[in-house]
């Protein structure tokens, strides 16, 4: 028997990364939000590893931010250690990584959603959703208590019907031995979903006190770390390095001799696993070339001496990681704080969802997060922002928010979910955005800023502010434009410094910047700008400007896509009505409903000949069949 227990706009079940966002998203859209999870002292918890960021990954963060979202405040409140990658290399692979207070961060962001407007909190295991008309409505929990709502948000990550595994040992659980959410997967099967397994693990962690760090090589932090907000101004003081080591042949020998012991290759384990983040025993037996394999040691905080042994992913008998970390230099005592272990779980098929994550066949229900099969808190948190946008904007009547491929990262992750589905945890990488170039680590604010004000999520100040920033860069780019730089010695001794080739004649300061190895910096003493300008508007000017001509060809393909992205497919079309598609494209673009012909183009199994049978049906007002006649 229940007993109705309130009515709020949307529900969001589950406060991972994914669900801190979006009840964040849902709150700051306007819409009266409950959030429910399991256990309110583990909101945001990193059950894996303890950072934020990487390629793709990082420019996820930035995105959520430009949006409105909380992910990079509150790891530029926390991280112990921020560092840029790839800064050899061009921009568009750049990405910032930030090497976390595990149990701080989860303080910042439950302090941030308790004091978030129209969002309530409330601890509860979530079992079952009210669905009235084939709608969702709302969700029941195991003490009965129904809360109605308008629309709900599943982002259970890897909880439902979870499953531990360490050697010979499995036992039903959820990450760090929270509770196991079994009730609410096996009613997902009741109303129709369809369900994988998947597996992802863990590396042991270990007492710090007992490494030898004299024995392995420090990563120190950057000096003057960048942030993944645009609203941090501050960089915490006394960063915390992390240090490298390596496994060796001895270390291969042990795991090789105990991969019967594996539950990987024992067959206790049946979810996949992702393929780009490989467990040790895996990486050995796919690797077995490679004479060693890097190992980081990641402090997990500031007040804590648990140290999270990057790269050491296992699900090997305990006293066999035991052995393996000793094998390795500056490991030879160490203790082991908590065994690592393998997770099996259940995620839902992604091609169930609109690309608004709206669930196809149970309207005013969304999902987000690691449910979908994705791995990793970015990926996570990017989902989460979206699901809350739309899932508000459902509930309160207003437009739905679809951002494409050229846009953003997030726009790749949910295309790519949505539309090709995934048969292994999915994670996000710079070769998956064919539009790398303009999706990057620096811009994020210059493309989705606009987006997050018109949604109300950004404030009025920091919106002028970026308005500010917007024009400073059109300015000094128009400056460049017009400013001649003559071959004065001085202007050539700088030039000669570079390597560069002297001038002839005069030049504008904006062709003189396109050069490879001119930089803003050369420019500004050169002919420095009477407006002191910040570090942020100096690098897009110099972004631009260097790459404008990569740019202006990656905007013209946009153009051609967005030919087929406005080419709309029909809600009501019936793919059985045309002739001459191929049996395999014709049952996939079925199952997937594209909403447009460009979307319909990125299905696995069409191909260039069913879309252009395609095309001729909409064009011919879908009267015409279309025949290999």
Known sequence: MTYEAGHYDVIVIGAGHAGCEAAVASARRGANTLMLTLNLDMVAFMPCNPSVGGPAKGVVVREVDALGGVMGKVIDKTYIQMRMLNTGKGPAVRALRAQADKPLYITEMKNLL????????????????????????????????????????????????????????????????????VKLSEHLEEIGFQLVRFKTGTPPRVLSQSIDYSKTEIQPGDDNPQHFSYETKKALPDQIP???????EFTHEIINENLGLSAMYSGMIKGTGPRYCPSIEDKVVRFHDKPRHQIFLEPEGRNTEEVYVQGL???????????????????????????????????????????????????????????????????????????????ASKALGKESVILDRSQAYIGVLIDDLVTKGT???????????????????????????????????????????????????????????????????????????????????????????????????????????EIELSGEVKEQVEIQIKYQGYIDKSNQQVDRMKKMENKKIPEDIDYNDIGGIATEAREKLKTVRPLSVGQASRISGVNPADVSILLVYIEQGNIARVSNE
């Open 242 to 248: 992390c240090w490298l080591t390596y496994t060796n």
């Open 423 to 529: 048969n292994e945890p999915y994670r996000l990488l710079t070769s998956r955005a064919e539009y790398r170039l303009l999706l990057r680590h620096d811009n994020a604010d210059l493309r989705l800023t606009e987006i997050g004000y018109q949604l109300g999520m950004i404030t009025e100040d920091r919106y002028q502010q970026f308005l500010t920033k917007k024009g400073l860069i059109e300015e000094e780019k128009q400056r460049l434009a017009s400013v001649m730089i003559k071959p004065t010695e001085e202007v050539q001794q700088l030039i000669n410094e570079t390597g560069g080739t002297l001038l002839k004649e005069a030049i504008k300061a904006f062709d003189l910047l396109k050069r490879p190895e001119i930089n803003y910096e050369l420019i500004e003493k050169i002919s420095a700008s």
């Open 114 to 181: 308790e004091n978030q407007e129209n969002l309530t909190m409330r601890q509860a295991m979530v079992e079952r959703l009210i669905i009235e008309d084939g709608e969702c409505r709302g969700v029941i929990t195991e003490t009965k208590a129904a809360y109605r709502a308008d629309a709900v948000i599943i982002t259970t990550g890897t909880f439902m019907r979870a499953r531990v595994i360490i050697g010979d040992l499995s036992y039903e659980s959820g990450p760090n031995n929270q509770r196991a959410s």
């Open 313 to 391: 992913s296992t699900s090997l008998p305990e006293f066999v990681q035991r052995d393996i970390l000793r094998s390795i230099a500056g490991l030879e005592n160490v203790e082991i704080m908590r065994s690592g272990y393998a997770i099996e779980y259940d995620s839902v098929v992604p091609t169930q969802l609109w690309p608004t994550l709206e669930v196809k066949n149970t309207p005013r229900l969304f999902t987000a997060g690691q449910i979908n099969g994705t791995s990793g808190y970015e990926e996570a948190a990017g989902q989460g922002i979206m699901a809350g946008i739309n899932a």
